[in-house]
């Protein structure tokens, strides 16, 4: 589903990622772990199509296509998914609009009809309730006042309505106290599909012990370091990243 | 009595006229309006190096010689085009003047008058006297529309009595048969006695073809426990211009409500001076310009607070496309005595091209030390996180935009509670929808 080869990305001027493999297949969940300042969050951006990060060499190919290429509103339309570290506020833009409009704009482009107000608002009823969201949030500017979790939550509800077949979860455990990390995870694992691949982008294991994923890499000095099954997280948990980065010959970084 | 206007901007030229062509009044009309005019002779037309129209140029005034305006040559120019729906009382002004075809007042319950000006001063002179006799100090246009008026609108409620239905008051221009410059002066008039309550929606609406000034003073006077929403929607033609002048009196737990939308014009100046000198007088001031091409909109309000127990609630926003300009001086002074004055004053602005400029300046003069005074104007784009966001959702860039900037401006259209007037203007939101928003 998705391939990314050698990938070099700056930011401001700035080498992040330096030659980065992954190969992601459908169904399967990857979790990418690394220190602070290992590219983590640009890599996230980057395949989601921020501005300001630029691509300066390698690949990206989603579903056989050149994902770099691509609008950021049409990588979305195209199923893949980035749920952001911090969430935005957007004042004025009741929930529910933005979800219908982001939902429509999909179904648009897939060539399907739109779906109307009280259908959608049907719809998306059902989904608040995977992420145990009180409806009154729908009508609540987009993430205005919200708290850490339930800026997670709305990501996740985002999530559960565009049902991507591509998401990626950019540090989606961080601020959250463990009943809303419970939620949260919860809801991620409803949404595990044989046609749908996820990547967690995270810090700590934490996450991992509510999500299990199926493959764990290690980022570092912006390219993946090392590649294993889930217990390559609890190795990580116990020791640090201090080892990774002394076998793979970059500087150390201190956690 | 005769008041001479020397000849200084090109502008001055048609004044003499203007004057000539006054109908005639009562004596002390006549007195009243030659003092308006010797007023306006002495602060001479404004200019950049006043401080009140130091960031306004007033070329689109000055540049132009403009007579007064005959009938419009096509009947019933304006005609379904308002945005205010016509289920409402309606009173209709073309050009400057009562146009009584097309005014819609019967029906008016007990206690209620609507009347043209120049009809109610035919009518009963002596009940306008003591407001029409007053000049109004430091505004040179108004005094000038003090001066040089021909007609305008009257309205009165009498003690305790409710309208049922709001009025429509519309004030349209379009060419006359010279089709050259042409303006117009009006002087209003809004009372309303004790108890009474009422929602007037004004309207200014002009016809593309040549320029048009239209130059009024208006000024409101809330008795005890009385409350007027005042709703001002503005679209002048793109050479179109509009000074207007408001001046409100807020009477003992008084509520003055004013809600005014800048959708259009060359040049547009409004001076609005609320007093609020009754125990507990309220008032709240919204406005929202939308603004493109170099539309020069120009907002000075002037809230004094002289009464105890006092409030104000004023916030106004712009949204600036291409060169186009905004400016805000919002001066709420507490006088001495003013205690528990609760007053605050926002200016929001979104600038959608870096060629259009914003001078915003909310301020306090407080000689009271028992107050609540904020304050606050910021300047803002549109943020590129929030675009971002709506993008990966699979938003469209333009759509995004678009979503952005009417968000920013539906918080002033949410706070009309009119429900029809509501949904007409966040119609006419959308439809002004400013053209960097279509960069997609």
């Known amino acids: ?255 | 009595m005769t008041a001479t206007l020397s000849a200084a901007p090109a502008f001055m030229a048609g004044m003499a006229e203007a004057y000539a062509a006054v109908p005639e009044g009562p004596q002390w009309l006549a007195a009243a309006r030659a003092a308006a005019l010797a007023s306006f002779e002495t602060q001479g037309a404004p200019t950049s190096r006043r401080e009140d129209w130091r960031f306004t140029p007033i070329e689109a005034i000055a540049s132009i010689s403009y007579r007064c305006a005959g009938r419009p040559e096509r009947r019933g120019a304006g005609a379904g085009k308002a945005l205010c729906p016509l289920a409402f009382h309606q009173i209709v002004l073309e050009n400057g003047r009562l146009s009584r075809e097309r005014s819609v007042l019967s029906g008016l319950p007990k206690g209620v008058t609507v009347q043209g000006m120049a009809e109610a001063l035919a009518d009963s002179p002596d009940a306008l006297r003591a407001f029409l006799e007053k000049v109004p100090k430091g505004l040179p246009f108004a005094a000038l529309a003090a001066g040089l008026f021909r007609d305008g609108v009257f309205i009165r409620l009498g003690r305790g009595v409710r309208l049922d239905r709001p009025i429509h008051i519309l004030e349209s221009s379009a060419p006359d048969a010279s089709r050259g410059p042409a303006m117009a002066h009006l002087r209003s008039l809004i009372v309303l006695e004790p108890g009474a309550e009422a929602e007037v929606v004004e309207e200014s609406l002009g016809e593309p073809g040549a320029p048009f000034w239209s130059n009024a003073l208006i000024e409101v006077e809330l008795g005890e426990n009385s409350g007027l929403k005042h709703y001002r929607l503005q679209r002048e033609a793109h050479e179109g211009v509009r000074s207007l002048a408001t001046l409100v009196r807020v009477g003992r737990h008084a509520r003055y409500e004013s809600h005014v939308f800048t959708l259009g014009g060359a040049l547009v100046r409004k001076d609005l001076r609320v007093t609020l000198d009754g125990e507990g007088a309220h008032c709240v001031l919204n406005g929202l310009s939308l603004q493109h091409g170099r539309e020069i909109v120009d907002h000075h309000t002037l809230v004094s607070h002289e009464a105890i127990g006092g409030t104000t609630r004023q916030l106004y926003k712009a949204v600036l496309d291409e060169k186009s300009r905004f400016v805000f001086d919002g001066l709420i002074a507490v006088r001495p005595g003013a205690q528990k004055t609760d007053a605050q004053v926002y200016n929001r602005n979104l600038l959608l091209s870096e060629d259009a400029s914003v001078n915003t300046n909310p301020e306090f003069k407080i000689y009271a030390d028992d107050v609540s005074c904020k304050h606050g104007g910021t300047i803002g784009q549109l943020s590129p996180e929030a675009l971002f966001y709506l993008r990966s959702r699979g938003i469209g860039e333009g759509e995004a935009r678009r979503l952005l900037v009417y968000a920013f401006g539906s918080e002033m259209v949410e706070r009309v509670k009119l429900e029809p007037l509501r949904v007409a203007l966040a119609a006419a939101l959308r439809a002004r929808m400013p053209e960097a928003a279509e960069a997609a």
Do not use: C
Not at chain 1, 212 to 218: E, G, I, K, L
Not at chain 1, 226 to 235: D, I, M, N, V, Y
């Open chain 1, 1 to 255: 589903m998705l391939k990314i080869k050698g990938l070099h990305a700056t930011v401001g001027g700035k080498a992040i990622l330096k030659g980065l493999d992954l190969e992601v297949k459908a169904g399967a969940v990857h979790a990418i772990m690394g220190p602070n300042g290992s590219g983590k969050s640009t890599l996230s951006y980057v395949l989601a199509g921020r501005e300001g990060y630029a691509v300066t060499e390698g690949s990206a190919t989603y579903q056989g296509a050149d994902l770099l290429a691509m609008a950021p509103e049409v990588r979305a339309r195209e199923g893949v998914f980035l749920a952001f570290q911090y969430p935005v506020e957007i004042p004025g833009v009741s929930n529910k609009y933005f979800l219908k409009a982001a939902y429509n704009a999909q179904r648009k482009h897939r060539g399907e009809p739109e779906m109307d107000a009280g259908a959608f608002l049907k719809f998306i009823k059902e989904k608040a309730k995977l992420v145990e969201m009180d409806p009154s949030f729908l009508n609540r500017s987009v993430n205005e006042g919200f708290s850490g979790g339930e800026k997670k939550r709305n990501e996740i509800l985002q999530l559960a309505v565009l049902e991507p077949k591509l998401a990626l979860l950019d540090e989606t455990d961080s601020g959250l106290d463990i009943d809303a990390l419970k939620i949260v995870a919860n809801g991620i694992n409803k949404l595990r599909h044989p046609a749908r691949a996820v990547v967690l982008v995270t810090h700590y294991q934490r996450l991992l012990d509510y999500i299990v994923p199926d493959f764990v890499h290690v980022l570092s000095g912006g390219r993946i370091v090392k590649s294993g099954g889930k217990e390559l997280a609890l190795q990580l948990e116990k020791e640090g990243y201090g080892w990774i980065e002394d076998q793979s010959g970059t500087a150390r970084v201190t956690v």
